[in-house]
């Protein structure tokens, strides 16, 4: 845990000022019972009023700095925990930004955000105690402990004794909640899931009448969580009652023997007020402490979960001398000899032995049934997963040579999905190209076929595209993703199915488009439509994984039956719907 503080080395001044100036205050807090007993013994016995003035005014002047320097701890303290937080979470994100989807898959979705959210405000938590009692609340109880022993050293010794029995239990309840915290974070990542899973999919949910089907799953997933912290609730809740108990104990013990000590003389009645305002102020301090060691338990349980993903190597990483100027004349822009690839070590191959060259300027389109491996094979091209053998070369570079902003460069993918982000039109485009020109912006909505709709809405380029771009069509969306991937002109344009959404016409419109516009570019279409791609220079076909046919739609039509029987389903569920 301690490791995570270097996210806090912007913040040196406010972690030295904060503790320096609680432990002002404490220091203050320490001295009040004293002056309280000489103000009992000297002033009030006395009947010495000038005493007791002066005494009092010392008290109420050290009371009011103590209040301005407790102010001054708060203020430090804010600062630096969510310097600290802030800082924490964009060097998560970073390290989140590296990982591989393989690394992602992994570790998953939802347990990340609970990672980036509940972890680290955990960590924010822990910094500013750390900050505003970490030294005050030792130092109270260690300094009530000695003032104890300045007064009285025989009765001081029942504090010794109070503070053993609270070290004990203490230990044992941090023994038994750390690995509880650490279930109930595991608990909270299941939460999330659940949720997202449950907002993302609303819709649907709804048109399958599943509401009670959702409500149970969230049910029982909250159920889970309020178990587990009722496991942790349970132990903590020990502490408070057994702190109190031990304090009323040694109270009665220290009036007991106090109560001798002034018969004989060798107490006063305001060092016996003392003693019992210290042992307060020792116990006090220490129910901080042990509040404080539930905290750092929660926040080192965070930290263990932070740090994991901090300290994960990504599965793929820039190459030491990477290449970063590919030769883009080169005939054979993209080349795959005999790849393999599975998604787990302990998986079946997802793909077999795909070998193709893809050429400058050409189109290469990949058929296949569903889950037959089209999009796997398109996930290896820009080092989105390594395969686990063969090879794969773009303009003649291996592709684990390549800097990894230049190989992806090289690529404007449109994935299956179509995701937009909040924000404008403009906004969403400059995520292919940082620097476009409006002019850019609509020669790529143009080719993409989407100038005409985004021309008619009310702010053109500045429309504002809301959470998941559910403000457009299935298939405008499709569109501003495509104009997206090939703003910045890439060499190899991917479409992922994105055409699906299209009708016949303006799919056909599209392809057209893309081949004038592009014509250095080249281009890999995967489509369960035949009409996608059967103008393509080569049309790979895939079945199980497995490379099935490679050729022109006149050389397949002869060669390969896969092929041939997806033509022949088509054309006759076409003809079925024409009548
Ligand atoms: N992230 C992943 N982790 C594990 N297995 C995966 C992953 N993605 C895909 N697969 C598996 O790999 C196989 C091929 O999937 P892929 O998405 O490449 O097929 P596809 O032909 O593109 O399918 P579709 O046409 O339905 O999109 C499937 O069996 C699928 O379950």
New binding site residues.
């Given amino acids: 845990m301690l490791g995570l503080l270097r996210y806090a080395k912007e913040y040196k001044k406010e972690l030295i000022l904060g503790p320096f100036f609680k432990f002002l205050e404490a220091v203050f807090e320490l001295l009040l019972p004293l002056g309280m007993a000489m103000l009992i013994d000297n002033g009030i016995a006395k009947h010495d009023f000038n005493y007791v003035l002066k005494i009092s005014t010392l008290m109420i002047l050290m009371s009011v700095v103590g209040l301005f320097c407790v102010l001054l701890c708060q203020y430090y303290s804010s600062v630096a925990s969510q310097g600290f937080g802030t800082d924490l979470r964009t060097a998560l994100l970073k390290k989140i930004n590296t990982l591989s989807?393989?690394d992602l898959?992994d570790f998953g979705t939802s347990t990340l955000v609970t990672r980036m959210t509940n972890d680290i405000n955990q960590l924010q938590l822990a910094l500013a105690m750390l900050i505003r009692l970490v030294i005050r609340a030792p130092f109270l109880s260690l300094g009530s402990l000695i003032m104890a022993f300045y007064i009285n050293a025989k009765i001081a010794l029942i504090f010794i004794l109070a503070l053993a029995i609270f070290c004990s239990v203490l230990y044992v309840m941090a023994k038994q909640t750390v690995p509880l915290y650490k279930k109930v974070q595991k608990q909270i990542d299941k939460m999330n899931q659940v949720i997202s899973e449950n907002l993302s999919g609303i819709r649907v949910i709804r048109a399958f009448g599943q509401k009670k089907y959702s409500e149970d799953g969230m049910e029982q997933t909250n159920k889970q969580l309020a178990k587990a912290y009722r496991r942790v609730a349970n132990v903590s809740a020990i502490l408070n009652p057994a702190t109190i108990l031990i304090m009323n104990g040694a109270i009665i013990l220290i009036l007991f023997l106090g109560g001798n000590y002034i018969n004989t003389g060798s107490l006063t009645q305001g060092e016996l007020l003392a003693l019992i305002n210290y042992l307060t102020q020792m116990l006090l301090a220490l129910i901080v402490i042990s509040n404080l060691v539930v905290i750092f338990s929660k926040a080192s349980a965070a930290a263990t979960r932070v740090n994991e993903v901090l300290e994960t190597t990504p599965s793929i990483q820039e190459p030491t001398d990477a290449v970063t100027e590919l030769a883009t004349q080169n005939n054979v822009s993209l080349s795959f000899k005999n790849v393999s690839f599975k998604?787990?070590v302990n998986?079946g191959l997802?793909?077999e032995n795909i070998s193709f060259d893809l050429k400058r300027g050409q189109t290469l389109g990949?058929v296949?049934?569903?889950?037959?491996?089209?999009?796997?094979?398109i996930?290896l091209a820009p080092r989105f997963y390594d395969p686990t053998s063969g090879s794969i070369e773009l303009f003649g570079v291996p592709l684990q040579k390549i800097s990894l902003t230049t190989l992806r460069n090289t690529f404007g993918i449109v994935p299956?999905q179509s995701v937009l982000f909040t924000g404008s039109v403009r906004e969403n485009l400059q995520w292919g190209k940082k620097d476009a020109t409006d002019k850019e912006c609509w020669d790529a909505l143009m080719i993409a076929q989407s100038a005409d709709f985004v021309e008619k809405l009310p702010k053109k380029l500045d429309t504002m595209i809301v959470e998941g771009g559910k403000n457009f069509s299935g298939g405008q969306r499709q569109r501003l993703t495509i104009a997206r991937a090939l703003i910045n002109q890439p060499e190899i344009i991917i479409l992922?199915?994105s055409l699906s959404a299209l009708d016949f016409q303006t799919d056909a419109n599209l392809r057209k488009s893309l081949a004038a516009n592009l014509t250095n570019s080249s281009q890999i279409i995967?489509s369960?439509r035949i009409s996608s791609i059967q103008d393509a220079d080569q049309i790979l076909v895939?079945e199980n994984?497995t490379q099935v046919g490679l050729g022109t739609h006149e050389d397949l039509m002869l060669s390969c039956v896969t092929y041939q029987e997806l033509v022949e389903s088509q054309q006759s569920s076409r003809k079925a719907g024409d009548h």
């Fill in positions: 989807h393989q898959n998604y787990q998986s997802a793909l990949i296949g049934t569903t889950g037959s491996g089209k999009s796997s094979i996930q299956q992922d199915d995967i369960q895939i994984g």
